[in-house]
């Protein structure tokens, strides 16, 4: 498989700053406690929810989850 690329000083800089934070030798993954992490996590969030409300997938999955109880009987 090979040895990871290895990263610059700027591309290193660059995951820190998006809220990612290495683990292991070349390994990154999600920095929960970073600010800007959590930001970008809440807005996607957010943006997700504005759209399930605009899209009425809601009641799609009210409607899908309803018949699937139904079908437990």
């Not at 929960?32 to 997938?57: H, K, Y």
């Amino acid at each position: 498989m090979g040895r990871p690329k290895e990263l610059s000083e700027e591309e290193r800089q660059k995951l820190l700053a998006e809220g990612w934070k290495p683990i292991q030798a070349e390994v990154w993954v999600p920095d929960w406690d970073n600010p800007v992490f959590r930001a970008r996590i809440e807005e996607d969030c957010r943006l997700i929810r504005e759209s399930d409300r605009r899209t009425g997938m809601n009641d799609v999955l009210d409607a899908f989850a309803r018949e699937l109880w139904d079908d437990l009987d």
